[in-house]
């Protein structure tokens, strides 16, 4: 099964743009060609394509989705790498959660503290304005 690069993106929901990129920046090999100098790409391809869109769509960054490119790459290798890296990523997408509760709360604090009339009396406003800080 051969397929070319619009075929790929459809295929795993990535934009023809974004595979190029992922070429270049070493993320997918460059693929084969044909005789009409098009890009061709397999099942490997495919299924390297499927696990970079699915590592970025848990918000893994490109460098920990090289590293867990090429841990993936070495079968026989410990998973104690792999489970760190996630671990890691894990931790960060919690801070995350609890910054924007934060924001969550004060948004709705400023919110409550409005009381209608004029912009010239809006409590949202004068929380944004300057000298204000969270």
Request: charged share 30%; glycine share 10%.
């Amino acid at each position: 099964m051969t397929m070319t690069i619009g075929e790929l993106g459809k295929a795993t929901g990535t934009k023809v743009e974004t595979v190029r990129y992922y070429e270049r920046i070493g993320l997918l090999p460059a693929p084969p060609r044909t005789g009409g100098n098009y890009r061709s790409y397999a099942a490997a391809e495919l299924g390297r394509l499927s696990f970079i869109r699915r590592a970025r769509d848990l918000g893994f960054s490109l460098d920990q989705v090289r590293a867990l490119l090429s841990l993936s790459d070495d079968r026989a290798r410990d998973c104690a790498t792999v489970d760190a890296l996630a671990r890691d990523h894990l931790a960060e997408v919690e801070r995350k959660i609890a910054d924007l509760q934060a924001l969550r709360r004060e948004l709705a604090a400023i919110i409550a503290s409005c009381g209608g009339g004029t912009v010239a009396d809006c409590r949202i406003i004068e929380a944004l304005g300057p000298g204000r800080v969270a």
